[in-house]
């Protein structure tokens, strides 16, 4: 199976700071996915098509990357991002998930 | 608009079976994938596998394949998920996920807490 290892496990920043963090594919894929997840809740679409923001996401969010290695970047950091940040991929079966990014607010 | 309501939170005793519904409103039931996914703490998300309600075909993860059963029922727009032999490895949240493009969960329901003790 195609494990996508994410990175940092656990990040902070304060507002108004650019946060990357990143998601890598033990094998290439075409396009990566990503979700956030607020504690107690289902996690949402964020990010599909490595690239395109879900319905209601800020334009502060952008996602990049090719083959084995993709980044989700915020371009400056807001309260309502603090969350988890799971990238997902389909190229291959079985759908995966990464371990998931964990941003705090400093 | 697209909604997915699960059932409520389940305790069974071990080597039993459960049933989890996800009742599904606000799109053409019928016409589009719909899956399921686990979490458990410290495991991160795990996919189980896809049904598309119109024609009950279903698509697994090898890891689940004898674990889960999923099915659909057209004339209610619910999906179910069997989880037969249950032990404390079982015991998660689990997610049904409706998907327009195949690749990706575009709404998730609310979660379903499976808790397997005796």
């Known amino acids: 199976e195609n494990v996508l290892t994410q990175s940092p496990a656990i990040m902070s920043a304060s507002l108004g700071e650019k946060v990357t963090m990143s998601c890598r594919a033990s094998?290439?894929?075409?396009?990566m996915y990503w979700y956030q997840q607020k504690s107690d809740a289902s996690p949402k679409l964020w990010i599909y098509?490595?690239?395109n923001l879900a319905p209601g996401v800020p334009a502060r969010f952008s996602g990049s990357g090719s083959g084995n290695s993709y980044s989700l970047t915020i371009s400056s950091m807001e309260g309502e991002d603090a969350a988890t940040y799971y990238c997902?991929?389909?190229?291959?079966?079985?759908?995966?998930f990464g371990a998931g990014t964990k941003l705090e607010l400093k | 608009q697209v909604q997915l309501q699960q059932s409520g939170a389940e305790l069974v005793r071990p080597g039993t079976s459960v049933k989890i519904s996800c009742k599904a409103s606000?799109?053409?039931?019928?016409?589009?994938?719909l899956g399921w996914v686990k979490q458990r703490p410290g495991h991160g998300l795990e996919w189980i596998g896809d049904?598309?309600?119109?024609?009950?075909?279903?698509y697994y993860n090898e890891k689940f394949k004898g674990k889960a059963t999923l099915t659909a029922d057209k004339s209610s727009s619910t999906a179910y998920m069997q989880l037969s032999s249950l032990t404390s490895e079982d015991s998660a949240v689990y997610f049904c996920?409706?998907?327009?493009?195949?690749?990706?969960?575009?709404?998730w329901g609310q979660g379903t807490t499976l808790t397997v003790s005796s």
């Open positions: 049904i598309y309600p119109g024609s009950g075909n279903t």
């Open positions: 997902q991929q389909f190229t291959s079966s079985p759908l995966t």
């Open positions: 606000g799109y053409a039931f019928t016409n589009y994938w």
């Open positions: 996920a409706m998907t327009t493009a195949t690749y990706y969960f575009d709404y």
């Open positions: 094998s290439s894929v075409n396009y």
């Open positions: 098509y490595t690239s």
